[in-house]
Structure formats: C-alpha cells, structure tokens
C-alpha cells in the first residue's frame, strides 16, 4: 500500500469532499483510507499501486476540478492594522444546537 497527500486547492465546502469521495470510491480506493477535508484543502489516502496509479488518481482529479496543487497565500497589505477587539474578546466557544444534530441525519456522515 502507498499513502499519497495532497493539497486541493478548489477544495472549499463538504460537497467537494463528497465529490472526491465519489469520484476515488469509483476508481477502487478504499473509503476507509482515504481522507479528505474541506478545512485544511487537503488530501490522504493509500491505494495498491498494483491496481492504480498515482498518475491515474491525479489525472481523475484533474478532470473533475480538484487538481493538486499549492494553496495561495494572500499576502498581508500595505496598509493591515491589527484589530484590537480580537485580543479584548478573548477565546470565543461555541456549542451545536441540538436540534441541528438531530435534524442532520445519516446523509450528513461521511
């Protein structure tokens, strides 16, 4: 087995995770191996190189808009001030309404 991880720029909501699922699924890849978030645009997973090919996981990849590649950076302007209030507010914690929980049901889960 042969463990690849990418960095999947176009990579931006669950539905693009959910895309990538399918779209490896369907080329043999074990869902149990394979990794996909949408937060940190990155990819990971193992394949048996004797049944594909890494060129044959990029290039489905590509097709489909997820082309592997380095994440911009957008740099600092000339003109950025820190704001103040970030350091006043402190650590900020939030808790899921239960009723989002029960309502997302098992198509959620992936």
């Known amino acids: 087995m042969e463990t690849l991880a990418l960095t999947i720029p176009t990579l931006y909501a669950d539905h693009h995770v959910t895309n ?6 369907a ?3 074990n869902a149990q191996t394979l990794d996909a ?3 940190f645009k990155s990819l990971t997973l193992e394949f048996d190189a004797t ?4 060129d044959a996981i990029i290039a489905a990849l590509t097709a489909a808009n997820y082309a592997p590649g ?3 950076i957008v ?4 003109n950025a001030t820190a704001d103040p209030a970030w350091d006043a507010l402190g650590m900020r914690t939030v808790t899921t309404n239960p009723l989002d929980l029960q309502l997302s049901g098992e198509f959620r889960k992936y």
């Not at 990538?20 to 699924?25: A, C, D, H, T, V």
């Not at 049944?51 to 890494?54: L, M, P, Q």
């Open 51 to 54: 049944k594909i090919s890494r």
């Open 27 to 29: 080329l043999g890849i």
């Open 20 to 25: 990538i699922r399918r779209i490896l699924i």
């Open 37 to 39: 978030s949408s937060a």
């Open 75 to 78: 740099e600092r302007g000339p």
């Open 70 to 72: 380095i994440e911009a």
